[in-house]
C-alpha cells in the first residue's frame, strides 16, 4: 500500500513539475481556432491611461499695475481728443502690433478707424479707466492716415508719422 501511495505521489508530482514547465515556457502556444460558424468576440480597447495634466502657472498682477485698453481714450502730447481704442491688432505669434483707434467725428458720425503702431502708445497713468493713453502722434497725422478696414491690408501709422503696412506671411 506504501509503494502504492509513493508510486500515486510519483506520478502526481511528476504532472505538476510538467505542468510548471509548461506554464513557464515563453514559446507561444497556438491556440485551437474555433469553428467557422462561430463568431469570434471582438475585443474591448483599453483606454489609454489618464495623464494629468500638469498645474497651470499663475501670475499675479496688481490692481494698480495693469488695465485693459479697449474703450480707453486716446489723448495726443498736446492734450487733444484722438479718439478711443475699439480694437488691438496681434501678429500670428501673439505679439501686439497696432491699436485700432476710432478717430474723429461725433457720437459715431464722421468717424474713421485707424491702425497705429503699439510702440506709439504712452500708458503712463491707468490706474482708472477714466484715464486716457497718450498717443505720440499729432492729429494731423492721424487724420492723413488711410481709414483701417478689416480684411483688407493693414497700414500702421508709426511713431515717426511714416505709413507703413504690417507683412504677414500668407501661410
Do not use: C
Not at 77 to 97: F, L, P, T, Y
Request: net charge neutral.
Amino acid at each position: 500500500m506504501r509503494k502504492r501511495t509513493l508510486a500515486s505521489l510519483a506520478v502526481l508530482f511528476s504532472a505538476l513539475a510538467s505542468a510548471a514547465v509548461w506554464a513557464a515556457d515563453p514559446t507561444p502556444q497556438t491556440a485551437t481556432p474555433a469553428p467557422a460558424s462561430t463568431p469570434q468576440p471582438t475585443p474591448t480597447p483599453t483606454p489609454p491611461p489618464t495623464e494629468h495634466a500638469p498645474p497651470a502657472s499663475v501670475t499675479i498682477i496688481g490692481a494698480k499695475e495693469a488695465h485693459g485698453t479697449l474703450g480707453r481714450d486716446v489723448r495726443s502730447a498736446a492734450n487733444e481728443d484722438m479718439g478711443h481704442i475699439v480694437d488691438v491688432i496681434v501678429d500670428r505669434s501673439g505679439k501686439v502690433r497696432a491699436a485700432v483707434i476710432d478717430f474723429g467725428g461725433f457720437l459715431g458720425v464722421g468717424s474713421r478707424k485707424i491702425a497705429v503702431d503699439w510702440n506709439a502708445l504712452r500708458f503712463g497713468r491707468v490706474a482708472d479707466k477714466g484715464d486716457a493713453v497718450t498717443l505720440e502722434l499729432t492729429k494731423d497725422q492721424v487724420k492723413a492716415a488711410p481709414e483701417y478696414k478689416e480684411g483688407s491690408p493693414i497700414v500702421v501709422l508709426g511713431a515717426t508719422g511714416s505709413l507703413l503696412p504690417l507683412q504677414f506671411d500668407d501661410q
